[in-house]
T-cell receptor, first 115, second 117 residues
Framework: AQTVTQSQPEMSVQEAETVTLSCTYDTSENNYYLFWYKQPPSRQMILVIR??????QNATENRFSVNFQKAAKSFSLKISDSQLGDTAMYFC????????????FGEGTQLTVNP | ETGVTQTPRHLVMGMTNKKSLKCEQH?????MYWYKQSAKKPLELMFV???????ENNSVPSRFSPECPNSSHLFLHLHTLQPEDSALYLC????????????????FGSGTQLSVL
């Protein structure tokens, strides 16, 4: 069974600064996907970034980037130039070719961006 | 209207009530999901539907009864719930529940915050 662990329940960052959210996972699969989802106060979860395990290049989406360390089973999210609208709960998630879109989620990290 | 819409946004019910949660997606997706989100716990996948057929039931108690009349609509019928069932219930959709290029790209609604008294 897959597990996803987010060890930081809460984090805060000053506006315009950079913050990194941690995620580790455990799996015996070789072909899988990793995700970061964002849940703002509106409660609607939004996909932030997606990484395929077979790709060595780290995924980036504008101010969001990941540091994917396959051997260490680590998948951290870096948010650059933090904005007030980045305040949200961030969930790390895991899926495989077999499980498809039936994802396993971590417990989440509440990020607060301070003005 | 676009995206995934859930109603009601909030629901308070007694343990003997019967109520239903509704989800509608306007994305042309084939798969729909119910997730339960409790405080300080990972999201729990409850049910998966693909082309109206239930493909997964993660040992959910029978007091939760899903219904998927077509690929765009998903319901969760609730009856004789317990206080521990109080949680945020999220609906999601995706092009397919399977692997491939779109795997894991879920589109969520804003959820129904359920309180069971």
């Amino acid at each position: 069974a897959q597990t996803v662990t987010q060890s930081q329940p809460e984090m805060s960052v000053q506006e315009a600064e950079t913050v990194t959210l941690s995620c580790t996972y455990d799996t015996s699969e070789n072909n899988y996907y990793l995700f970061w989802y964002k849940q703002p106060p509106s409660r609607q979860m939004i996909l932030v970034i997606r990484q395929e395990a077979y790709k060595q290049q780290n995924a980036t989406e504008n101010r969001f980037s990941v540091n994917f360390q396959k051997a260490a089973k680590s998948f951290s999210l870096k948010i650059s130039d933090s904005q007030l609208g980045d305040t949200a709960m961030y969930f790390c998630a895991f899926g495989t070719e077999t499980s498809g879109s039936r994802l396993t989620f971590g417990e989440g990290t509440q990020l607060t961006v301070n003005p | 209207e676009t995206g995934v819409t859930q109603t009601p946004r909030h629901l308070v019910m007694g343990m003997t009530n019967k109520k239903s949660l509704k989800c509608e997606q306007h994305l042309g997706h084939n798969a729909m999901y119910w997730y339960k989100q409790s405080a300080k716990k990972p999201l729990e996948l409850m049910f998966v539907y693909n082309f109206k057929e239930q493909t997964e039931n993660n040992s959910v108690p029978s007091r939760f009864s899903p219904e998927c009349p077509n690929s765009s609509h998903l319901f969760l019928h609730l009856h004789t719930l317990q206080p521990e069932d109080s949680a945020l219930y999220l609906c999601a959709s995706s092009q397919s529940p399977s692997g491939g290029q779109g795997a894991g790209k879920l589109f969520f609604g804003s959820g129904t915050q359920l309180s069971v008294l």
